[in-house]
């Protein structure tokens, strides 16, 4: 079947490139749908390469080798030469005596003329050749070569070099920016945008209130220096943005050089160091001194531990071109003064990692902490995001928002991109909720895997999994409500899962809390045993996590019969604070204490496990029963879900009754 859209004039114009008439370009140009246009090739270095080659063979090899001077001076004597053409380099002999130019209107056949040949020599100061040239009568004749000179340089040198000079460029194109590093290895990379080029503002960042307070202090200044200045007051040198990947530290440094309509300098930490040495700190002086011409501005270096990690037990020693960078970016904060109108703002997720040099006031002396959203920060960043979205009036970005605790901005706007996409894959026109919930599932557990076959025995396995980990959740105090149970993979093995959705962000958690989670993480294993009589390796997952918070609350929350209210576990300095050592990660305790802390994790998670165990076999008919609906379903929400345990509530008074 024909495509129906292929007979359209209007479609085929549009879709065939350039249009030439009679089906192709003039003869003088190259088609551009055959050779990409203009477009530089290794092909036309080769013509180059040929046409060179022709010109030599042409025009500069017409002349037979050079000969003797004796056997030229016998050739004049026997008269095979009957002219000659004197050079200040050679002396040229021709078999044919010059020709004069026919007549006007008669035409003569130069292949009726008579072969000739030329001999060359090299000239010898001999007066006998002029009276034997004329004895013989050889006309001869001097010729001046200053043409012929200038085109020796031409094809000798000027050609060749420019030749060379092509390849040259093609290669650096070729092999990337190498050879510009090697070129400008004392200039900084930064990309530069012109004051009032900056379109961000701070109505386009939400969810970093606080954040956002802390920088207007610095556009503030940039646009009025002299309230600051005429108190005597001093703006801080330099802001260290820390947070989460995701959270928007780039984001807010736009918009902070968007608001204050300055130039702004963004570089990459890594940009600064190369292969040479030195060319660090070549780079972060010539930035400086770019940046101090077009004061004022704004500096922004991303990823600073890229360039900014402790020198304090650095086994590589010192004199490094990371360290002589870090040296010169000290150095250059420390040129400049308050009031030239240069700030320099750096983001950085691992602030526990930088030298306490760099963080001394003076310097990075101020640290906004750029957070994870909270509930209205998350809902505010989705309708940001769902402005050039077409939303179906029945969307809740609050119900959004709510399912999405812990996420990043990064993570939100990239929701309501593949909620758009689904909506698109499913042919509709405005994006629903069920597709920002299948987003949502999507970024947590991963993409579904329904063709992965199964047999019903491994489904079965799978079912009562999750079930009891449903179910053990829906039993369990101050636990998150249980959102979705399915048994369709999902991610890179994950063969079913049970989506628990907090309903407010928690910044502090109780020991029963604590506990709880391990009671839901137990709760899969616990149902395999208790309904088929074995376990399998579906809980490896859980029994990782599970392990993991039983051990922290030994070692970190103090929260042991042993050891309470101590902390066993000793850790590098936090995300904001003076760093004074790299994170390390080590213990300060005997051998009998880890031997303590082994034997209280055992025994926790096997007492945890009792009581699931125990609390599944009260509810066997309801486990058997939410299993059988999963079984046939693949999935139940969370209406579905309280529905069945509603129902089982109401047969069990009923029967009490």
């Given at each position: 079947m024909?495509d129906?859209?292929?007979?359209?004039?209007?479609?085929?114009?549009?879709?065939?490139?350039p249009?030439?008439?009679?089906?192709?370009?003039?003869?003088?140009l190259?088609d551009?749908?055959?050779?990409?246009?203009?477009?530089?090739?290794?092909?036309?270095?080769?013509?180059l390469?040929?046409?060179m080659?022709?010109?030599n063979?042409?025009?500069?090899n017409?002349?037979?080798?050079?000969?003797?001077?004796s056997?030229f001076?016998?050739?004049?004597?026997?008269?095979?030469i009957?002219r000659?053409?004197?050079t200040?380099s050679?002396?040229?002999?021709?078999?044919?005596?010059?020709?004069?130019?026919?007549?006007?209107g008669?035409?003569?056949?130069?292949?009726?003329?008579?072969?000739?040949?030329?001999?060359r020599?090299?000239?010898?100061?001999?007066?006998e050749?002029?009276?034997?040239?004329?004895?013989r009568?050889v006309?001869y004749?001097?010729?001046?070569?200053?043409?012929?000179?200038?085109?020796?340089?031409?094809?000798?040198?000027?050609?060749?070099?420019?030749?060379?000079?092509?390849?040259?460029?093609?290669?650096?194109?070729?092999?990337?920016?190498?050879?510009?590093?090697?070129?400008s290895?004392?200039?900084?990379?930064?990309?530069?945008?012109a004051e009032g080029d900056?379109?961000t503002?701070?109505?386009?960042?939400?969810?970093?209130?606080?954040a956002?307070?802390?920088?207007?202090e610095?556009?503030?200044?940039l646009?009025?220096?002299?309230k600051?200045?005429?108190?005597?007051g001093?703006?801080?040198?330099?802001?260290?943005l820390?947070g989460?990947?995701?959270?928007?530290?780039t984001?807010?440094?736009?918009?902070?050089?968007?608001?204050?309509?300055?130039?702004f300098?963004?570089?990459?930490?890594?940009?600064f160091?190369?292969?040479?040495v030195?060319?660090?700190?070549?780079?972060?002086?010539?930035?400086?001194?770019?940046?101090r011409?077009?004061?004022?501005c704004?500096?922004?270096?991303?990823?600073?531990d890229?360039?900014?990690?402790s020198?304090?037990?650095?086994?590589?020693?010192g004199?490094?071109?990371r360290?002589?960078?870090?040296?010169?970016?000290?150095?250059?904060?420390?040129?400049?003064?308050?009031?030239?109108?240069?700030?320099?703002?750096?983001?950085?997720?691992?602030?526990?990692?930088?030298d306490?040099?760099?963080l001394?006031?003076?310097?990075?002396?101020?640290?906004?902490?750029?957070?994870?959203?909270?509930?209205?920060?998350?809902?505010?960043?989705?309708?940001?995001?769902?402005?050039a979205?077409?939303l179906?009036?029945?969307?809740?970005l609050?119900a959004?928002?709510?399912s999405t605790?812990?996420?990043?901005?990064?993570?939100l706007?990239n929701?309501?991109?593949?909620?758009?996409?689904?909506?698109?894959?499913n042919?509709?026109?405005?994006v629903?909720?069920?597709?920002?919930?299948?987003?949502?599932?999507?970024?947590?557990?991963?993409?579904?895997?329904?063709?992965r076959?199964?047999?019903?025995?491994?489904?079965?396995?799978?079912?009562?999994?999750?079930?009891?980990?449903?179910l053990?959740?829906?039993?369990?105090?101050?636990?998150?409500?249980?959102?979705k149970?399915?048994?369709?993979?999902r991610?890179f093995?994950?063969?079913?899962?049970?989506?628990?959705?907090?309903l407010?962000?928690?910044?502090?958690?109780?020991?029963?809390?604590?506990?709880?989670?391990i009671?839901?993480?137990?709760?899969?294993?616990?149902?395999?045993?208790l309904?088929?009589?074995?376990?399998?390796?579906?809980?490896a997952?859980?029994?990782?996590?599970?392990?993991?918070?039983?051990?922290?609350?030994?070692?970190?929350?103090?929260?042991s019969?042993?050891?309470?209210h101590?902390?066993?576990?000793?850790?590098g300095?936090?995300?904001i604070?003076?760093a004074?050592?790299?994170?390390?990660f080590?213990?300060?305790?005997?051998?009998?204490?880890?031997?303590?802390?082994?034997?209280?994790?055992?025994?926790?998670?096997?007492?945890?496990?009792?009581?699931?165990?125990e609390?599944?076999?009260?509810?066997?008919?309801?486990?058997?029963?939410i299993?059988?609906?999963?079984?046939?379903k693949?999935?139940?929400d969370?209406?579905?879900?309280?529905?069945?345990?509603e129902e089982?509530?109401?047969?069990?008074i009923?029967?009490?009754?």
């Amino acid at each position: 079947m024909s495509d129906p859209g292929s007979d359209d004039p209007q479609k085929k114009k549009k879709n065939s490139g350039p249009q030439f008439p009679f089906g192709g370009p003039p003869p003088h140009l190259p088609d551009p749908r055959k050779f990409g246009g203009w477009k530089f090739t290794i092909i036309y270095i080769l013509i180059l390469v040929v046409g060179m080659s022709l010109f030599n063979y042409v025009f500069l090899n017409r002349v037979n080798p050079t000969i003797d001077f004796s056997e030229f001076k016998s050739k004049i004597a026997s008269g095979e030469i009957k002219r000659v053409e004197l050079t200040d380099s050679y002396f040229t002999g021709y078999t044919n005596a010059r020709r004069e130019p026919a007549p006007s209107g008669v035409f003569k056949n130069p292949y009726t003329a008579a072969q000739e040949e030329a001999y060359r020599t090299v000239p010898i100061n001999d007066s006998e050749i002029i009276k034997l040239m004329d004895e013989r009568k050889v006309s001869y004749y001097a010729v001046s070569r200053e043409g012929s000179t200038v085109l020796n340089i031409i094809f000798s040198w000027v050609l060749p070099i420019a030749f060379f000079f092509v390849i040259w460029r093609f290669l650096i194109k070729r092999l990337g920016n190498f050879g510009g590093n090697v070129l400008s290895v004392g200039q900084n990379r930064a990309v530069i945008v012109a004051e009032g080029d900056v379109v961000t503002r701070f109505q386009d960042v939400a969810g970093v209130d606080e954040a956002k307070e802390e920088l207007v202090e610095v556009v503030d200044f940039l646009k009025n220096p002299k309230k600051y200045t005429e108190i005597g007051g001093k703006i801080p040198k330099g802001v260290l943005l820390v947070g989460p990947p995701g959270t928007g530290k780039t984001l807010l440094a736009r918009a902070v050089a968007g608001e204050a309509g300055v130039s702004f300098f963004r570089m990459s930490g890594a940009d600064f160091v190369e292969m040479f040495v030195g060319v660090g700190a070549a780079r972060v002086r010539d930035l400086f001194k770019q940046a101090r011409e077009k004061a004022p501005c704004i500096i922004f270096i991303d990823e600073l531990d890229a360039i900014g990690k402790s020198r304090i037990n650095n086994i590589a020693g010192g004199n490094d071109e990371r360290e002589q960078t870090l040296n010169q970016l000290l150095v250059e904060m420390d040129g400049f003064d308050g009031t030239s109108g240069l700030i320099i703002l750096a983001a950085t997720n691992r602030p526990d990692v930088l030298d306490p040099a760099l963080l001394r006031p003076g310097r990075f002396d101020r640290q906004v902490l750029v957070d994870r959203p909270d509930l209205n920060g998350r809902e505010a960043i989705l309708r940001i995001h769902a402005k050039a979205v077409k939303l179906s009036p029945a969307v809740d970005l609050a119900a959004v928002a709510r399912s999405t605790s812990g996420f990043v901005g990064a993570d939100l706007a990239n929701i309501v991109n593949e909620a758009a996409l689904l909506a698109v894959r499913n042919s509709r026109r405005l994006v629903e909720q069920q597709d920002f919930e299948e987003a949502i599932e999507k970024t947590v557990a991963g993409l579904q895997k329904k063709t992965r076959v199964m047999s019903e025995e491994v489904r079965r396995v799978i079912a009562y999994h999750e079930t009891g980990h449903a179910l053990t959740a829906a039993f369990t105090p101050n636990s998150d409500p249980v959102q979705k149970i399915s048994i369709i993979p999902r991610g890179f093995g994950a063969l079913g899962y049970t989506l628990q959705m907090p309903l407010e962000d928690r910044y502090v958690i109780t020991k029963d809390e604590l506990l709880g989670k391990i009671d839901v993480l137990m709760g899969g294993r616990a149902a395999e045993e208790l309904v088929f009589g074995e376990i399998s390796t579906g809980a490896a997952n859980d029994l990782t996590k599970a392990t993991d918070i039983a051990r922290k609350m030994i070692t970190d929350y103090g929260m042991s019969s042993q050891f309470k209210h101590v902390a066993l576990t000793q850790r590098g300095a936090g995300m904001i604070g003076q760093a004074t050592q790299e994170p390390m990660f080590h213990r300060e305790y005997s051998e009998a204490t880890q031997q303590y802390i082994d034997e209280e994790i055992a025994r926790m998670i096997e007492k945890r496990y009792d009581l699931v165990k125990e609390q599944l076999q009260g509810n066997r008919e309801l486990l058997e029963r939410i299993a059988a609906r999963l079984l046939e379903k693949e999935t139940l929400d969370e209406k579905e879900f309280k529905k069945l345990l509603e129902e089982q509530a109401q047969t069990a008074i009923s029967g009490g009754v």
